[in-house]
Each structure stands twice: as structure tokens, then as C-alpha cells.
């Protein structure tokens, strides 16, 4: 398997972890407009891993799994763990964040990296679905800036 394609599917495999978290960020907040906010990026996150998968397609790869990873799962097991000793909505917000970040700073790495210049398709790809992690990253930011104060 050619470099692209196993950066293509690490990413992937991220993504899809950041739409479990973000689904389960939305079933554990209590504020109905936080519920909605965390509903409404996985819906994001779904449409950039459409957009990485074709990519994947493209270079002759399978599209990857939307049930996540097992790095993924055991994560949310965890942040449920935690969950009952914190307030979910700060605690959704937390660790949604915290995914955030981490997902943000995978996708510069990639990009930073140079692996992916000599397939400038790919490249594009995973720019615009870096553009759409980072204003995820800056609205969990906010988010968890108001869940600090309001503590």
C-alpha cells in the first residue's frame, strides 16, 4: 500500500472516531442547544469522511469503516466511565475538545509532513477536510470556554 493510502486511512479512521465522539457528546449534554450543536458537526464530520473515502476510492483502496476504531471505542468507554462523576455538559464539551485537538493536530501533521505532495488530489482532500476540522476545533474551544465559566 502506497504512502497516500495509508495516510488517507489513518485520517479516515480519525474522523470516524470524531463522529462517535461527537454523537456521544451529543447523547450525554443536557442543553437542548448543545445536543443540537454536537448533532450538527457529526453531521460535518460524516460529509469530510464521504470526502476522504472517495479519495480512497480513488487510489484504489476500500472505503473505511464507519464503526470507528478500536483506539476510538475504547476512548468513549472512558469518557462514559468519567461521565458519571461530571457534569455532562461540561463533560461532553471536555471531551470533545480534547478530540478536537487531537484530530486537528493529525490532519497538520499529515499536511506538514510532505507524504502527500506528490498526489496533489489527495492533498486538496485532506486540506478541505482539514479546513472543516479546524472551525470544529475553534467552535469546541469556545464551547469549552463558556462551559469553564459557567463552572
Keep these: 500500500m502506497n504512502t497516500v493510502l495509508t495516510t488517507l486511512n489513518t485520517l479516515t479512521d480519525t474522523a ?4 462517535k465522539g461527537y454523537e456521544l457528546a451529543a ?3 443536557t442543553n437542548p ?3 443540537s450543536t454536537f448533532s450538527s458537526q457529526a453531521e460535518k464530520r460524516r460529509a469530510t469522511v464521504d470526502t476522504l473515502n472517495k479519495e480512497i476510492v480513488r487510489l484504489g483502496g476500500e472505503p473505511r469503516d ?3 476504531t478500536m483506539l476510538g471505542d475504547l ?3 472512558w469518557t462514559k466511565i468519567t461521565d458519571r462523576f461530571s457534569d455532562s455538559d461540561k463533560a461532553a464539551t471536555d471531551n470533545v475538545e480534547e478530540g478536537e485537538d487531537y484530530i486537528k493536530d493529525k490532519f497538520a501533521a499529515a499536511i506538514d509532513g510532505g507524504l502527500l505532495n506528490d498526489d496533489p488530489q489527495a492533498l486538496g482532500a485532506i486540506k478541505t477536510a482539514f479546513a472543516e476540522i479546524a472551525e470544529g476545533e475553534k467552535l469546541t474551544d469556545m464551547l469549552e470556554q463558556r462551559y469553564e ?3
Design 33 to 35: 442547544g448543545l445536543k
Design 75 to 77: 476512548h468513549r468507554i
Design 16 to 19: 470516524v472516531d470524531s463522529i
Design 149 to 151: 465559566r459557567a463552572a
Design 27 to 29: 447523547q450525554r449534554a
Design 66 to 68: 464507519p464503526d470507528g
